[in-house]
Protein backbone atom coordinates (compact mmCIF):
# COMPACT_ATOMS: atom_id res chain seq x y z
CA UNK A 1 0.00 0.00 0.00
CA UNK A 2 1.57 3.67 -1.01
CA UNK A 3 -0.70 5.05 1.82
CA UNK A 4 -1.02 8.69 1.52
CA UNK A 5 0.27 10.27 -1.81
CA UNK A 6 0.82 13.84 -2.95
CA UNK A 7 1.28 15.28 -6.18
CA UNK A 8 3.27 16.96 -6.97
CA UNK A 9 6.47 17.58 -4.35
CA UNK A 10 7.94 20.37 -5.21
CA UNK A 11 6.06 23.97 -7.07
CA UNK A 12 7.08 27.22 -8.21
CA UNK A 13 4.31 29.91 -9.20
CA UNK A 14 3.84 32.89 -9.56
CA UNK A 15 1.44 35.42 -8.26
CA UNK A 16 -1.38 35.30 -9.40
CA UNK A 17 -0.93 31.58 -11.01
CA UNK A 18 -3.71 29.13 -10.26
CA UNK A 19 -2.78 25.25 -9.12
CA UNK A 20 -4.08 21.96 -7.47
CA UNK A 21 -2.81 19.83 -5.40
CA UNK A 22 -3.58 16.56 -5.65
CA UNK A 23 -3.76 14.00 -2.76
CA UNK A 24 -4.81 10.59 -3.02
CA UNK A 25 -4.90 7.59 0.03
CA UNK A 26 -5.43 3.74 -0.31
CA UNK A 27 -6.58 3.07 2.78
CA UNK A 28 -9.97 3.13 2.41
CA UNK A 29 -10.39 6.08 4.71
CA UNK A 30 -13.40 8.18 5.14
CA UNK A 31 -11.79 10.99 6.37
CA UNK A 32 -9.00 13.54 4.54
CA UNK A 33 -7.59 16.82 5.67
CA UNK A 34 -5.19 19.43 4.38
CA UNK A 35 -2.91 21.24 6.06
CA UNK A 36 -0.06 23.56 5.68
CA UNK A 37 3.32 24.08 7.82
CA UNK A 38 5.53 27.31 8.09
CA UNK A 39 8.59 27.89 10.53
CA UNK A 40 7.29 28.56 14.16
CA UNK A 41 3.59 27.86 13.42
CA UNK A 42 3.33 24.20 13.15
CA UNK A 43 0.50 22.83 11.30
CA UNK A 44 -2.48 24.66 10.51
CA UNK A 45 -5.61 22.76 8.88
CA UNK A 46 -6.75 24.40 5.60
CA UNK A 47 -10.05 22.40 4.73
CA UNK A 48 -10.81 18.98 5.85
CA UNK A 49 -13.48 16.53 5.01
CA UNK A 50 -14.90 14.11 7.25
CA UNK A 51 -16.82 11.97 4.53
CA UNK A 52 -16.84 11.55 0.93
CA UNK A 53 -19.07 14.34 -0.58
CA UNK A 54 -18.52 16.43 2.58
CA UNK A 55 -16.28 18.98 3.43
CA UNK A 56 -15.76 22.13 6.09
CA UNK A 57 -13.43 24.76 6.76
CA UNK A 58 -10.33 24.75 9.14
CA UNK A 59 -8.20 27.13 11.01
CA UNK A 60 -6.60 29.11 7.62
CA UNK A 61 -9.31 28.54 4.50
CA UNK A 62 -8.91 31.70 2.88
CA UNK A 63 -7.50 31.53 -0.43
CA UNK A 64 -8.12 28.41 -0.80
CA UNK A 65 -10.87 25.80 -2.35
CA UNK A 66 -10.92 21.73 -2.17
CA UNK A 67 -12.92 19.08 -3.94
CA UNK A 68 -13.48 15.90 -2.45
CA UNK A 69 -13.38 13.86 -6.10
CA UNK A 70 -14.46 10.75 -4.55
CA UNK A 71 -13.20 8.84 -1.12
CA UNK A 72 -9.73 7.93 -2.01
CA UNK A 73 -9.19 12.07 -3.65
CA UNK A 74 -9.22 15.09 -1.84
CA UNK A 75 -7.33 18.32 -3.85
CA UNK A 76 -6.59 21.81 -3.07
CA UNK A 77 -6.57 24.35 -4.83
CA UNK A 78 -5.14 28.05 -5.05
CA UNK A 79 -7.28 30.47 -7.61
CA UNK A 80 -4.39 33.04 -7.54
CA UNK A 81 -1.72 32.02 -5.54
CA UNK A 82 -0.01 34.96 -3.16
CA UNK A 83 3.59 34.75 -1.98
CA UNK A 84 1.87 34.54 1.55
CA UNK A 85 1.02 31.12 0.43
CA UNK A 86 4.64 30.18 0.21
CA UNK A 87 4.60 27.26 2.63
CA UNK A 88 4.60 23.23 2.48
CA UNK A 89 1.34 21.38 2.26
CA UNK A 90 0.51 18.24 3.82
CA UNK A 91 -2.88 16.00 3.33
CA UNK A 92 -3.63 13.41 5.43
CA UNK A 93 -6.36 11.00 5.89
CA UNK A 94 -7.85 8.68 8.74
CA UNK A 95 -10.73 5.91 9.32
CA UNK A 96 -13.31 8.43 10.80
CA UNK A 97 -12.93 12.08 12.06
CA UNK A 98 -15.32 11.74 14.55
CA UNK A 99 -13.85 8.95 16.36
CA UNK A 100 -12.26 10.84 19.46
CA UNK A 101 -9.38 8.02 19.28
CA UNK A 102 -9.09 8.58 15.48
CA UNK A 103 -5.36 9.25 13.76
CA UNK A 104 -4.09 10.56 10.85
CA UNK A 105 -1.90 9.18 7.98
CA UNK A 106 -0.01 12.37 6.14
CA UNK A 107 1.66 12.27 2.64
CA UNK A 108 5.29 13.81 1.81
CA UNK A 109 4.13 16.91 1.55
CA UNK A 110 4.41 19.29 -1.13
CA UNK A 111 6.95 22.30 -1.15
CA UNK A 112 5.29 25.38 -2.96
CA UNK A 113 6.84 29.05 -3.59
CA UNK A 114 4.95 32.12 -4.92
CA UNK A 115 7.31 34.58 -6.43
CA UNK B 1 -5.16 29.69 17.15
CA UNK B 2 -2.69 27.31 18.80
CA UNK B 3 -4.05 24.57 21.24
CA UNK B 4 -0.96 22.89 22.24
CA UNK B 5 1.80 24.68 22.70
CA UNK B 6 5.76 22.78 22.98
CA UNK B 7 8.57 23.31 25.26
CA UNK B 8 11.11 23.08 24.89
CA UNK B 9 10.80 24.76 20.64
CA UNK B 10 14.74 23.19 20.44
CA UNK B 11 16.47 19.99 22.25
CA UNK B 12 20.04 18.82 21.94
CA UNK B 13 21.35 15.83 23.55
CA UNK B 14 23.97 12.86 23.45
CA UNK B 15 22.94 9.22 22.53
CA UNK B 16 22.04 7.19 25.09
CA UNK B 17 20.22 10.06 27.03
CA UNK B 18 16.45 10.42 28.09
CA UNK B 19 14.41 13.51 26.31
CA UNK B 20 11.56 14.69 27.87
CA UNK B 21 9.38 17.34 25.34
CA UNK B 22 6.60 18.99 27.33
CA UNK B 23 2.95 20.02 26.11
CA UNK B 24 0.38 22.40 27.33
CA UNK B 25 -2.65 22.95 25.94
CA UNK B 26 -5.99 25.08 26.56
CA UNK B 27 -9.35 23.73 26.65
CA UNK B 28 -10.58 20.09 27.76
CA UNK B 29 -9.72 17.60 25.71
CA UNK B 30 -10.78 13.30 24.70
CA UNK B 31 -7.67 12.96 23.66
CA UNK B 32 -4.09 13.85 23.34
CA UNK B 33 -1.47 12.34 20.61
CA UNK B 34 2.42 13.11 19.61
CA UNK B 35 3.19 12.66 15.90
CA UNK B 36 6.96 12.39 14.62
CA UNK B 37 8.33 14.48 11.44
CA UNK B 38 11.75 13.45 9.86
CA UNK B 39 12.83 16.73 7.91
CA UNK B 40 11.51 16.92 4.51
CA UNK B 41 9.08 14.32 5.61
CA UNK B 42 5.12 13.94 6.46
CA UNK B 43 4.10 13.50 10.43
CA UNK B 44 4.26 9.77 11.80
CA UNK B 45 1.62 8.88 14.15
CA UNK B 46 3.68 7.70 17.67
CA UNK B 47 1.18 7.67 20.62
CA UNK B 48 -2.48 8.63 21.84
CA UNK B 49 -3.51 9.06 25.30
CA UNK B 50 -7.15 9.43 26.10
CA UNK B 51 -8.17 12.09 28.63
CA UNK B 52 -9.17 9.51 31.57
CA UNK B 53 -5.61 7.83 31.63
CA UNK B 54 -2.33 9.09 33.42
CA UNK B 55 0.57 7.61 31.56
CA UNK B 56 0.98 5.02 28.60
CA UNK B 57 3.95 3.16 27.05
CA UNK B 58 4.99 2.32 23.36
CA UNK B 59 8.64 1.19 23.16
CA UNK B 60 10.99 3.94 24.53
CA UNK B 61 8.65 6.29 24.57
CA UNK B 62 6.47 7.21 27.93
CA UNK B 63 3.87 9.71 27.68
CA UNK B 64 2.37 11.03 30.62
CA UNK B 65 -1.00 13.30 30.84
CA UNK B 66 -2.22 15.83 33.56
CA UNK B 67 -6.02 17.25 32.79
CA UNK B 68 -5.36 18.96 35.88
CA UNK B 69 -2.79 21.39 34.70
CA UNK B 70 -3.34 20.68 30.93
CA UNK B 71 -0.35 19.07 30.21
CA UNK B 72 1.47 16.40 28.45
CA UNK B 73 5.13 15.07 28.54
CA UNK B 74 6.58 12.65 26.10
CA UNK B 75 10.09 10.74 26.95
CA UNK B 76 12.18 9.14 24.59
CA UNK B 77 14.51 7.07 26.64
CA UNK B 78 17.64 5.75 25.78
CA UNK B 79 17.84 8.09 22.95
CA UNK B 80 19.57 7.08 19.74
CA UNK B 81 20.61 9.45 16.57
CA UNK B 82 17.80 8.08 14.48
CA UNK B 83 15.54 9.93 17.15
CA UNK B 84 16.42 13.43 15.34
CA UNK B 85 13.46 14.56 14.82
CA UNK B 86 10.65 17.38 15.19
CA UNK B 87 7.99 16.69 18.14
CA UNK B 88 4.50 17.60 18.06
CA UNK B 89 1.57 16.79 19.95
CA UNK B 90 -2.12 17.61 18.83
CA UNK B 91 -5.53 17.56 20.78
CA UNK B 92 -9.04 17.34 19.83
CA UNK B 93 -10.74 19.67 22.27
CA UNK B 94 -14.22 18.58 23.44
CA UNK B 95 -16.19 20.80 21.92
CA UNK B 96 -15.07 19.89 18.56
CA UNK B 97 -17.55 18.08 16.89
CA UNK B 98 -15.77 17.64 13.86
CA UNK B 99 -12.97 15.41 14.71
CA UNK B 100 -10.18 18.01 14.12
CA UNK B 101 -6.99 17.83 15.43
CA UNK B 102 -5.11 20.75 16.60
CA UNK B 103 -0.94 20.79 16.50
CA UNK B 104 0.98 22.17 18.46
CA UNK B 105 4.62 24.24 16.88
CA UNK B 106 6.98 21.06 18.15
CA UNK B 107 9.70 20.48 19.71
CA UNK B 108 12.73 19.95 17.67
CA UNK B 109 15.21 17.23 19.03
CA UNK B 110 18.90 16.41 17.95
CA UNK B 111 20.49 13.60 19.05
CA UNK B 112 24.25 13.94 18.63
CA UNK B 113 26.07 10.51 18.29
Known amino acids: NAGVTQTPKFQVLKTGQSMTLQCAQDMNHNSMYWYRQDPGMGLRLIYYSASEGTTDKGEVPNGYNVSRLNKREFSLRLESAAPSQTSVYFC??????????????FGPGTRLTVL | SQQGEEDPQALSIQEGENATMNCSYKTSINNLQWYRQNSGRGLVHLIL?????REKHSGRLRVTLDTSKKSSSLLITASRAADTASYFC?????????????FGQGTELSVKP
Open chain 2, 90 to 102: ATDAIYNQGGKLI
Open chain 2, 49 to 53: IRSNE
Open chain 1, 92 to 105: ASSEWALDPTDTQY
